[in-house]
């Protein structure tokens, strides 16, 4: 069964940073793309991040660029998200994605909720 | 980047309706169009893909068809559990884009 769990939300100040990690079972894990997708409270889902399998492609939103880094470990099968620089508008639940080999979005952790505040 | 735009953006119907939901791209992606489900407070769950390919485990009143820039979700019969927010994405290019969702509710 596939298991994708994030971890590492909480509140931080504005300006911050946080790592948030995405642990996973059940599939073998070097062989598929991952993404982060995160959803603002009340509002829509907005894709973050992609890294390819061995980490050979990696895509970011330009909301994020240059603050988010996303990174894999498969020796632990699993994905990573560092947040520097935090602002307010980075408030939201982050997921943990994986891509099947079609590009689609198959398989969604639970989420983890990050919170950007003084 | 690629703006997909859902219509309505809320829905109120009964069990047993058969309901449409409508996806534009702003331009055209072929057939890589994707529809989730979300129910609140959970993760989105996969329902179709490639368009009109239903992800596995999902029932068979679910439809999806469409190309290029103008995509459809049908829901043939409504059932108690699909009342839910539907989103749809594009994967034809980075970025991804989702559409704004659409609130299916009951009447």
């Known amino acids: 069964e596939v298991q994708l769990v994030e971890s590492g939300g909480g509140l931080v100040k504005p300006g911050g940073s946080l790592r948030l990690s995405c642990a996973t079972s059940?599939?073998?894990?070097?062989?598929?793309?991952m993404n982060w997708v995160r959803q603002a409270p009340g509002r829509g889902l907005e894709w973050v991040a992609s890294?390819?399998?061995?980490?050979?492609?990696?895509y970011y939103a330009d909301s994020v660029k240059g603050r988010f880094t996303i990174s894999r470990d498969n020796a632990k099968d699993s994905l990573f998200l560092q947040m520097n620089s935090l602002r307010a508008e980075d408030t939201a639940v982050y997921f943990c994605?994986?891509?099947?080999?079609?590009?689609?979005?198959?398989?969604w952790g639970q989420g983890t909720l990050v919170t950007v505040s003084s | 980047d690629i703006q997909m735009t859902q219509s309505p953006s809320s829905l109120s119907a009964s069990l047993g309706d058969r309901v449409t939901i409508t996806c534009r791209a702003s331009?055209?992606?072929?057939?890589?169009l994707a529809w989730f489900q979300q129910k609140p407070g959970r993760a989105p769950k996969s329902l179709m893909y490639?368009?009109?390919t239903l992800a596995s485990g999902v029932p068979s009143r679910f439809s999806g068809s469409g190309s290029e820039t103008d995509f459809t979700l049908t829901i043939s019969s409504l059932q108690p559990e699909d009342f839910a927010t539907y989103y749809c994405?594009?994967?034809?290019?980075?970025?991804?884009?989702f559409g704004q969702g659409t609130k299916l509710e009951s009447k």
């Open positions: 994405q594009q994967y034809n290019n980075y970025p991804y884009t």
């Open positions: 890294i390819s399998g061995r980490s050979s492609y990696i």
């Open positions: 059940g599939f073998i894990f070097s062989d598929y793309t």
């Open positions: 490639a368009a009109s």
């Open positions: 994605v994986r891509e099947e080999f079609s590009d689609y979005f198959d398989f």
């Open positions: 331009q055209g992606i072929s057939n890589f």
